[in-house]
């Protein structure tokens, strides 16, 4: 290998470039954009229709049908799941990873598009969106107001909302919680029915006299004019002066039978904080932006903004993941200083000062080389990447190690500096090239995962792949040179080196030999040890991600099906006052009808219905021991409360899921699915492991039905749809074009019979329909009202009805333990005939992670397999070397039994990082015998040489691996512990097992064919 040799030629080149390297690292590491989490760009897509005063079935039928039809002939699909409640339905349309997002969010558009003339006149709301997990808002801000003044909270948000985007880095800023304000024309019923004058008569005077048609142009001589009609109302009196009809020649105006007020409609949607209405605002931060510097340049507008708020407006910033971002980055940067400390007093133990200064140079040079790339890749610095570099620390020097201890053996043996260093780095060039690009091999696999985990770690492998090519760089470019300039030669060995030598040459080689005499019963303890390590797995237990350690929960709050908006809000403020009383809490926000804006990547606001609340609930700690056990008191307390059903929600790492338990329960038609449905949730009870069991169809929603007698109907001229026109403008309004203000503010005019704000069922009582021949027939003449049952809410899945029974699990419960129990059950059910059940939440979502990892994994072993038969063009050489993994995932199980943690999904992470890891310190043994037996040893003598004179790198290589990874490791975070434990326990018990199995195998299966292509290499 030459590069080293031509880089200690060249060492003005070779410092100039490794300069230039290392300055654009820190540039990039001053500017890359920071977040807490992956920024990911899923191919799914959004689609939400709201036609309010619909009931599930209806929504099903014209909404539901002709929208998952149209969606469904397009390519790609993977799932399509639906959500229908009253007047409202969701869809989340999710295409095949590596699908272009742009180009299925158009296609989906354009499907949307091509049938929306079939879809209800009605529909007040259709938003079609790209579903982006980073599209998170890193500030909330809440506009609040003690007057309920709505109007002026609309323009303050505008006013603020326009200053906001301003700002470079801010992509958008949503506005929630603001009442839709309208024009309501308020009918006076009893002056209606006095003159005779029907609702449908006061409809089309009023919606004639809003219309604004162009109209036109004429000519004057040689000059061209345009033509203003009256056009859109410009005063709320025009409204009020609209001629609706004349009686004995005498105009009746809109103000005879009616007042005209501006005010919010029909509630939907409120929130509130400190006891206040409020508005609330979601900064979204632009992807590549510096989260940082956003926030920083957001919180300079809102202080200039206060000082301009009239009346009793307050401004908060609620919610601030900047702070949250800031803690989680230091404290990884933190793991990896403590981390890159242990690995240098590890190198200065065993090398010495200037060996080790060597070394130790290697870590920050390749960390900032590799940041510099990763920064040209687009990813930013956030949890995963910065993990990335933890897990590379310790293998970054492992180069930097065997290029040192090899050049330090040949100073010792009498070679000057500048020949030991291109002898000893040239030497083992081939070896380090190879161990790097099998632990490279373990980890590229990981960047093909075509799945939701995949794209979430996917900036770990990335991180891990650029440092350890950026270190194998300078493994033979600066360490050779390093090592001629400083004259790293030791006057002697160091304390650690002399009782490591000794330590060869004495007990090991002793157990070596006593090892290499017995073959079968070494091979017998390392098969003994990797069984029991294997009957251990059931113990550990298996999981997905797990809980994110946030000083946050949500509060969610369901009244029976029925409940009115204000009952919703009552019962939301009362648990809000009983929140405020616990010590742990530090802030509440309250949501009535809907969920929070999004505060976190895999939690969206799903439900949108009068009896639902979400409760925003800010803590004081975020540490599990902490919060878990005040999670479980208080859903005792507020479960006790009567009226009310009460989930309180944890977050939770990794992709968005429904939740840990989810069972659907699929059929034609809705008797059976919610038979089906009800056995399911049943089961669910009876397990104690279960809390917050949800069966959306398995509870009553009572409707009433207005049942129209189409014959009277058709005797007296009434058609069905002026019936429906008068009934809907009686209870929630008609709308009828769109009033302007002096302000350019826009209201929705709306002509309604009722003065309340909630539609009143005495409405029915006064309302009367007018026939073609002017007169006045009272509603129930020809129409009955009656009590009917119905369904409140149910899901599609890939069209097909569905119900989805879920569940969340109690603290101290195993999600995977507890969802085969209740797999194991499902398949004793009597289900009804056409019903059939499918396992989804953590349990589909962990099958689908962890069998992109073991494709990952096979890929990669094969991967390393290959470049091994290339190096040693044998395969049995490489089988041999393959015998560590084994005993890695030995004592992977070991650390996880013993250390509590359950084989998660960062765990397999660590186990596949693993496989590329131990391989390299049976490369080294068998390079090096090899390299023994071509200078004429015999095979026992070559092998053992070679495990004596590699048995101090490996050591230590194994150590500031380890070392590396500690911090992080005994951080407690339930994320990366796992990880590093899987792999510090691997590494040990490999490491153990390597020293004295690989020597074994090499001399069961070297045989003479072996010895003469060692002897001969092509």
Known sequence: MKLPVLAIDNHQMSYLLVSILVLLGIVSYMTMPRAEDPQLDFPSVSIIVVNPGTNPKDMESLVVDPIESAVNELEDIKVIKTNIEDGLARFEVEFLYGSDPDEKYDDVLTAVNNIRAQLPSGIVKL????????????????LSSSEHDFITLRRMSDELENKLERISGVKRIDVEALPDMEVQILLKPAKLHALGISLQTVYQAVNSASLNIPGGHVHAGGRRFSVLTSGDFKQLSEIENTVITAIDDQPIYLRNIASVVIREGLPSYRGFYHGKASVFLSVIQRGGSNIFNVSEKVKNVLNDYKQSLAGDVQLHIINDQSISVEKRVNGFFASLLQGLLLV??????????????????????????????????????QQMSIVGLVIALGLLVDNAIVVVENVMRLQREGQSPEQAAKRGSSQVALAIISGTLTTVLSFVPMLLMQNGSGMFIRSMPVTVVLTLLASLLVALILTPLLSTRLRCKQTGPTKMQTRLDTLSAGHYAQALDWALNRPKKIISIALAVFILALALFPFIGVSLFPKAEKPMILVNLELPEGASFSQTQAQAKSIESILLTKELVQDVVVNVGRGNPRIYYNVSPNRQTPNFAQLFVRLEASDLAIVEPFVESLRLELGALSGVRVFIKEFNQGPPAEAPISIRVLGDDWPSIKQGANLVEALFNEHAGTVNIENPIGKHKVDIKLDINRDKAAMLGLSVNTIDQTIRAALVGLPMGIYKDDLGDEFTIMLKSSDSLEPQINAFDSLQLQTPSGDMVPLKQVASIELASSIPRFQHHNTQRMARVTSD?????????????????????????????????????????????????????????????MQFKSFKQPLIIFSAIPFAATGAFFALFISGYTFSFTAFVGLTSLVGIVVNNAIIIVDYANQKLREGSAVLDAIADSAKVRMTPILLTTVTTIAGLLPLTLSGSSMWSPMGWAIIGGLLVSTLLSLFVVPVLYVLFTAKTDVDMALNPV
């Open 127 to 142: 938003d079609i969106k790209k579903i982006s997990p980073s599209e998170v808002g890193i500030l909330q801000i809440a």
């Open 344 to 381: 240098a007093i590890a190198c200065v133990l065993v090398l010495g000062r200037g060996p080790s200064f060597v070394v130790v140079m290697a870590i920050p040079v390749s960390i900032f080389i590799a940041i510099g790339w990763l920064d040209l890749t687009g990813f930013a610095l």
């Open 809 to 869: 699990v109690r603290s101290g419960y195993n999600v995977a333990d507890v969802t085969g129990d209740i797999t194991t059950q499902l398949d004793q059910l009597a289900l009804p005939k056409g019903v059939s059940l499918s396992i989804g939440g953590e349990q589909e979502n962990r099958q689908e992670s962890f069998g992109g990892m073991a494709k990952a994994l096979i890929v990669a072993m094969l991967g390393i397999f290959a470049v091994l038969v």
